[in-house]
Nanobody
């Protein structure tokens, strides 16, 4: 059974940086991409960044485009999210998920439980 585990979430000051990691272990399904998503209190879950299984294709969504960087980790089925210039509005639970190409929300089939990022002003 596949397990997806996020780590790295913590409290950070506005303007600071944080690196999140995602590791998928167990039975490796046939997936096309790994993505990071986030859900702020009272808001819908939204995409942050997406990387193809090969690592050759990257996509960013919303305000993450200029401040966040997604990359494949050294270990198999691991992905990192480097977040710079963090703002209070980045406060959310960040989720990692595996699924279809381009990381459409409805096409992500394997989800982690999330890691909380809190950005203080």
């Amino acid at each position: 059974q596949l397990q997806v585990v996020e780590s790295g979430g913590t409290l950070v000051q506005s303007g600071g940086s944080l690196r999140l990691s995602c590791a998928a272990s167990g039975f490796a399904p046939d997936y096309a991409s790994i993505g990071w998503f986030r859900q702020a209190p009272g808001k819908e879950r939204e995409g942050v960044a997406c990387i193809s299984r090969s690592g050759r294709s990257l996509n960013y969504f919303g305000s993450a485009k200029d401040r966040f960087t997604i990359s494949r980790g050294d270990a198999k089925n691991t992905v990192n999210l480097q977040m710079n210039e963090l703002k209070p509005e980045d406060t959310a639970v960040y989720y990692c998920a595996l699924g279809n190409a381009g990381c459409p929300l409805e096409g992500m089939h394997y989800w982690g439980k999330g890691t909380l990022v809190t950005v203080s002003s």
